[in-house]
């Protein structure tokens, strides 16, 4: 009898992104069609081999703010024997508290924010098999979970093309669709657009009842926020991050804000995956990352004076720079291929991002790190 173990065999491949990965060469008998069909996204690389300069994932390059760590040492309790918040109201209060929104109903909490644009893509943007649904909307250059989450909830998806300098012209977005997903600033390109400009997304999806979904993951580097304009765009969900700016990609925790309906949708997708995403020391020590704002506000600024010494440097080298107003740069070096300038960089002990793919072959994405790191 042959193994199942066997069938599903196992070939170890290099991944785009050039890591290590164990990929399955066949599908698993015991796999449902489903399965064999997701093409998952692919993490930049954890490795463990050597120390490297990580420039690769856009952690943050300092510790989180003290509180938090006293936070996390004060909620290590007996009480860890007790389940969480499910609806996770102390949090959510904070929250709407520090952004001025009017109650804590505005916000929900999920395992970081990547949890909840999963569960926005399943609660708020049509399916294929509905009916009048229309394509979704999101940049051919972007985030790569958005095409993987579209697939996985069976949403169809159009991938308006950026500029040659990778900018979004908003008008690709004021036509008839089923919703729009961007990040600004952009990933990986980090530019940038206007909160009006994004606001006119907002209102001409809200035209045709559609939602126009705002990942700001990277917003505290220098874009613009439009949190202050939810209570008057109730079809617009902006999704925050604690792993970019407040140093807790360890942590896991993400919010959405936006208009109590949206927020009670992604609430009804939660609650049928799983009461309790967030446990009791990543609810503590959230609240305080929150409430410390002072601290963050300085490290954002310091990663901010480091990203301009970078482009400045990196420039008289010859590399070209797109305008950044993220923790992170995406430059090419007109004499160099994409892969070579990779792996010297690796060589020498230092890991950024690199994609196989053809518009952005020639790209690398920097992680602003220390000053001492993007000196080496
Ligand atoms: C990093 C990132 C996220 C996800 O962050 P979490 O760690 O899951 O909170 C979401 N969107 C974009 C564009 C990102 O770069």
């Known amino acids: ?54 420039l690769n994932t856009n952690e943050s390059p300092y510790p989180p703010s003290p509180r938090v760590l006293e ?11 007790l389940y969480p918040d499910p609806t996770c109201l102390e949090l959510r209060t904070v929250i709407a508290k520090r952004y001025g929104l009017p109650g804590p109903d505005w916000v929900f909490i999920g395992n970081g924010s990547d949890e909840i644009l999963a569960f926005a893509f399943g609660a708020l943007f049509p399916s294929r098999t509905e009916e ?18 579209a697939d996985l909830w069976d949403i169809s998806y159009r991938t308006p093309a950026v500029d040659d300098q990778f900018a979004i012209d908003v008008e690709d977005y004021f036509v008839n669709a089923g919703g729009v997903i961007l990040p600004n600033p ?29 990942d700001e993951a990277y917003v505290d580097f220098g874009a613009e926020s439009c949190v202050p304009a939810l209570t008057d765009h109730d079809n617009l969900l902006v999704v925050h991050t604690l792993s970019k700016s407040r140093s807790l990609a360890g942590l896991r925790v993400g919010y959405a804000l936006g208009h ?28 305080a990352a929150i409430e410390d704002s002072a601290y963050y506000e300085d490290m954002a600024r310091r990663i901010i004076a480091t990203r301009e010494k970078t482009v400045q440097g990196l420039t008289e080298l010859g590399f070209e720079i797109i305008p950044s107003s993220a923790n992170f740069i995406f430059v090419r070096h007109p ?7 990779f792996q010297a960089l690796r060589n020498r002990g230092i890991l950024v991002r690199h994609w196989n793919k053809g518009r952005i072959f020639d790209y690398l994405r920097i992680t602003i790190g220390t000053d001492e790191e993007m000196a080496s």
């Open 1 to 54: 009898m042959i193994s199942p173990g066997a069938l599903g065999q196992q070939k170890h491949s290099s991944s785009r992104d050039g890591s290590q990965l164990v990929e399955s060469s066949r599908p698993c008998p015991y796999w449902n069609q489903r399965t064999q069909e997701l093409a998952p996204y692919t993490p930049g690389e954890q490795p463990r081999d050597r120390k490297y300069i990580k």
């Open 71 to 81: 936070a996390l040492r004060a909620a290590a309790t007996g009480d860890l024997r």
């Open 132 to 149: 009048g649904s229309t394509e979704i909307l999101f940049p051919d250059i972007t985030y790569s979970f958005y095409p993987v989450y």
């Open 186 to 214: 952009n990933a990986p390109t980090g530019r940038a657009l206007s909160k009006k400009a994004l606001l006119s997304i907002a209102a001409s999806q809200r035209n045709q009842h559609r939602v126009f979904i705002l």
């Open 260 to 287: 109590p309906d949206l927020i009670e949708g992604l609430r009804r997708i939660k609650d049928s995956f799983n009461s309790y995403t967030l446990d009791r020391l990543a609810l503590a020590g959230a609240a």
């Open 335 to 341: 004499a160099r291929r994409g892969p070579e300038l």
